[in-house]
DNA sequence: CTGCGTGCAAATGCTTTGCAAAGAC
DNA sequence: GTCTTTGCAAAGCATTTGCACGCAG
């Protein structure tokens, strides 16, 4: 089922801005973030074109979406070791946390299959905890 | 800071349909699963009174809102023990999930504080798991 | 050159809102 | 009877798509 080679894409400068944007952020991007990052290097960047280039990455498989409750879709540089997020309630940005949790020992109801799980914390990143702490 | 005192709400057929969705059906449904069930009690419910009317009892707090990855925010009924889900990716259900991890020991960078977490497995509930299996 | 990728604007599709009529109390 | 809630249709928004032009290869 899976196709052996991804389709190939042109580069241009807009794809590349885009994906430097997930690289040097290091961190999931709402397709507005990416936009905001990108046009810092192609100025008239439009957004339809940071969607486009977003499914196709996703499709590649350069990318992988991440949802956070009550926000618009994330996305992640794929090919990293399994890992979980961290949403910042305070600037509303997602960051990637190292680890899992030792084992889930969830409760299956009779005859479910679990085939994967996804595990969101959440609370104030270093930068937004202070401004509770006064 | 928390209102004492819930705003009164008048009780409606349509209001009453749509929460007796929640009870009888035991999961987070969408606004258009909401509509579906509800519509058995009152034929033209409109999905406009689904929309407010689930904005009110979230309000109210007799509802919270749940989010799957990819798809529209989902409702459940509040008050219940710490839980998670269980999506399936077959009937693309949502079923409530007993239980939690035993502990949550994922790295946090410096300075950020945890203030909750959100856990989801995904698979094949029992009633579509079997047509993989043949 | 050839044709894919882009910007713009129009089109979706889900959710919200305005308004007159129906219904709760 | 009064004031809230509803259904319908229109409005909003985020995302997607059509189209002619520009650029990568």
Redesign the interface.
């Given at each position: 089922m899976a196709r052996s080679m991804m389709i190939e894409t042109r580069n241009t400068r807009q794809k590349n801005a885009i994906r430097a944007a997930f690289i040097e952020t290091g961190r999931p991007l709402s397709p507005e973030e990416a936009l905001h990052y990108a046009q810092q290097k192609v100025r008239n960047l439009s957004i339809a074109t940071v969607y486009r280039n977003l499914k196709a990455m996703v499709e590649e498989g350069s990318l992988v979406?991440?949802?956070?409750?009550?926000e618009s879709?994330r996305y992640e540089a794929s090919g990293k070791a399994h890992h979980?997020h961290?949403w910042c309630?305070g600037c509303k940005r997602a960051?990637e946390?190292?680890?899992?949790?030792?084992?889930?020992?969830?409760?299956?109801?009779?005859?479910?299959?679990?085939?994967?799980?996804?595990?969101?914390?959440?609370?104030?990143?270093?930068?937004c905890?202070?401004s509770?702490a006064s």
């Open positions: 979406p991440v949802q956070f409750p009550g879709t979980h961290f309630n960051y946390l190292e680890g899992c949790v030792p084992k889930l020992s969830l409760k299956l109801p009779r005859g479910f299959r679990s085939l994967g799980h996804e595990l969101v914390l959440y609370g104030m990143c270093a930068a905890a202070p509770y």
